[in-house]
């Protein structure tokens, strides 16, 4: 589900448990609200309250660190992409072909990421599908060195090619890790039980509703945040491309 579905659902279910829990009042017979009940029953609701706090934070945690993980790997592999340009410019005329495919290669990807019409769900499959790297890695490889420099640059470059492929690999397999439903299921759950605890204790007015409310929107968006920055290359909250796009201006120069 997208990072809104998962926000909506969240206000609906945190706000209707304050509804229930305050049409629930209205039936509730007066001896089960006594002070001692309501003591127990904000007992329960702190309890729960600690709880869905520490598994929130661990998400938005997490999260976090899975988006500046991307970004540091795309920061990494704009530098090394220019190192690369770099080397193959050492190399000498030979390599020129090389270097129009690197820059070839950066151009596909950024299209393939961060496409002018917006977001595309697609954008993870279209980076993995993308060869050009593969072929500078092989053409690499096959360049015949005619000189101690030159068979230097060539094991540099190769070494810079490996390095290349493993972050983009490494990128690849940590989109498919995505955050376990179960975890998103079981938050709301106690932020349900916890808001319905709310309207149980809490007049029925105005002003208690729509704290209520707002009180569910801004859980909303924490869950809207967790969902989308655990996806990094095609959520709403996707890296940077500027990264790459100062990449292609700095190659074939």
């Keep these: ?3 809104i579905t998962i926000a909506l659902l969240t206000t609906a279910c945190v706000f209707g448990g304050t509804l229930l829990g305050s049409s629930l009042r209205r039936r509730i017979p007066d001896q089960h609200l006594t002070e001692e009940s309501r003591d127990a029953i904000q007992v329960g609701a702190g309890m729960i309250s600690l709880m869905a ?7 938005v945690s997490s999260a976090k660190s899975k988006y500046d993980s991307a970004t540091a790997a795309i920061t990494e592999s ?4 220019i190192l690369l340009d770099r080397v193959l410019a050492g190399y000498g005329p030979e390599a020129q072909p090389l270097r129009e495919t690197l820059r070839l290669s950066m151009a596909s990807t950024l299209k393939a990421l961060w496409p002018e019409e917006g977001m595309t769900p697609e954008a993870i499959q279209a980076f993995e599908q993308r060869i050009n790297l593969e072929q500078v890695a092989a053409a690499v490889r096959k360049l015949q060195p005619q000189s101690d420099p030159q ?8 070494k810079l090619c490996q390095d290349l492929l493993y972050i983009r690999w490494l ?3 940590q989109a498919q890790a ?8 079981v938050l709301l759950f106690w932020l349900t039980a916890l808001y319905l605890s709310f309207g149980l204790l809490a007049p029925r007015n105005a002003t208690v509703m729509g704290m209520m409310f707002v009180g569910a929107l ?4 924490a869950m809207f945040l967790i969902t989308e920055m655990n996806r990094p290359m ?19 120069r």
């Design 78 to 81: 704009g530098a090394k992409v």
């Design 178 to 185: 995505g955050l376990p439903p179960i975890f998103q299921g």
């Design 234 to 252: 095609t959520g709403a909250i996707k890296v940077s491309s500027g990264v790459i796009r100062k990449t292609i201006e700095h190659l074939g």
């Design 1 to 3: 589900m997208t990072g």
């Design 218 to 221: 801004a859980l909303a968006t």
């Design 171 to 173: 990128q690849i397999e």
């Design 151 to 158: 068979r230097r640059l060539q094991e540099e470059a190769q």
């Design 53 to 59: 706090a520490l598994v929130l934070g661990l998400l």
